[in-house]
């Protein structure tokens, strides 16, 4: 799946879907025993635990994004005034313009997103340096190369997915509303969710929702979609899909909305975030200068496992048979080091942004090896 650090992967090779290998299993502690809701009822309960991603405000129903992280993440870069950086995930813009505030005239930002709301957003920052690309950020390195760009002294990723496109009801991200499943951070190109529903198997379904969603009803759950899709009734709305998952699912967490793990697993597969995830990290081990930074926030293990065993295996690069005869000075040498603890927010940020309570923000820095 990851390509040389020295070859860019093409938006052909993200489209190739595929399912992760199997991720760790869920905690094995009980649930507590709840009857199925109705439908109506969950899609109205507005302040349940949506999608199971906390980067965005529970509280809010409109388009507006609290920017997670802002002020830990931009010093994390440890910015030159004179430097060059990229931003993989816009957004809204958070992090790019508090950027922009720390680069000098010669400083320069490029900013990836895939999401068209995003690319309109960009368009309100009137700055000579700074440059918006459509992409996801799996295709950053040969965006840049384009650029006449080969080297950049940080980059940030801030994963996940943010509050307007939760709250924009014809997203089709949130079981908040009954909209069309759609789930595609890029409207522009791919599958939706119920293209995906409309032609997979049950086992394929099965394995996507264990995985990427770590549910434990994983079975039931796909074995009910695909029964009611055969019985001649197409799942093109996210009010049907909830209601399928809420017969399907007898125990779940207090507090969550049955659904939460499998919406979080289509739209994790419809748009391949882990596999794009994946593909970037060793484009930025290419792209980062020396005493570069790299800065990802995180807001699920399936995210942050990546993340950190990346990191892990570009700082110790001695994997050579225990007892093996080489000189100290002939070890492979780290090109990656992990800078402090992992950052998470404050107990201040997280009661103003509740959404913010499971993010993870890891740092490292590239070293001078080549």
């Known amino acids: 799946m990851i390509k040389g650090v020295n ?25 507590s025993e709840k009857p199925t809701p109705d439908v109506s009822d969950l899609i109205s309960k507005s302040n349940t ?33 004179d430097g060059i ?15 922009l505030e720390q680069l000098g005239l010669n400083g320069r930002l490029i900013a990836f997103d895939r999401d068209l709301s995003a690319i309109e957003s ?30 950049v002294d940080g980059i940030l ?27 595609r951070m890029d409207q522009s190109s791919g599958k939706t969710a ?31 979609i695909i029964t009611e899709r055969n019985d001649g009734r197409a799942i093109t709305t996210t009010g049907q899909l909830t209601k399928i998952v809420a017969g399907a699912v007898t125990r779940f967490e207090p507090g969550q909305n049955p659904a939460t793990r499998t919406f979080q697993a289509l739209r994790i597969h419809v748009n391949q975030e882990l596999e794009e995830l994946t593909l970037a990290m060793p484009q930025c ?23 950190k065993q990346f990191v892990r295996d570009q700082a110790n690069r001695d994997d050579l048979p225990a007892n093996f005869p080489v000189r100290a000075s002939e070890l492979p040498q780290p090109k990656l080091t992990g800078v402090g603890k992992t950052i998470k927010p404050t107990a201040k940020e997280v009661k103003r942004n509740p959404r913010s309570r499971s993010a993870v923000l890891r740092v490292a820095e590239r070293t001078n090896v080549i």
Do not use: C, W
């Not at 992967?9 to 094995?28: C, E």
């Not at 950086?85 to 950027?99: A, N």
């Open 157 to 183: 990723l801030d994963l996940g997915i943010s509050s307007p496109q939760i709250d924009q009801a014809s997203r089709g991200f949130s079981f908040r509303y009954d909209a069309p499943l759609d789930m």
């Open 85 to 99: 950086y990229v931003d993989g995930t816009f957004g809204r813009g958070g992090h790019s313009k508090k950027i």
């Open 7 to 31: 070859d860019a992967p093409t938006k052909a090779l993200l489209s190739a879907k595929k399912v992760s290998p199997k991720s760790a299993s869920l905690s094995d502690a009980l649930m």
């Open 122 to 151: 960009s368009k309100a920052i009137a700055d000579a340096r700074f440059s918006m690309v459509h992409s996801h950020f799996a295709g950053m390195q040969a965006e840049l190369a384009d650029m006449g760009i080969a080297k």
């Open 285 to 307: 081990l290419a792209l980062l200068a020396p005493q570069g930074r790299l800065a990802v926030i995180s807001f699920h293990s399936l995210e942050d496992r990546i993340v």
């Open 194 to 224: 119920a293209d995906f529903l409309a032609s997979t198997t049950e086992q394929v379904l099965a394995e996507v929702i264990k995985n990427y969603g770590e549910e434990r009803f994983a079975k039931q759950i796909a074995r009910a």
């Open 49 to 81: 635990n949506l999608l199971n991603d906390s980067s965005v405000d529970d509280s809010s129903s409109t388009n507006s994004h609290i920017t997670v992280l802002l002020d830990e993440a931009v010093q994390a870069l440890a910015i030159k005034p």
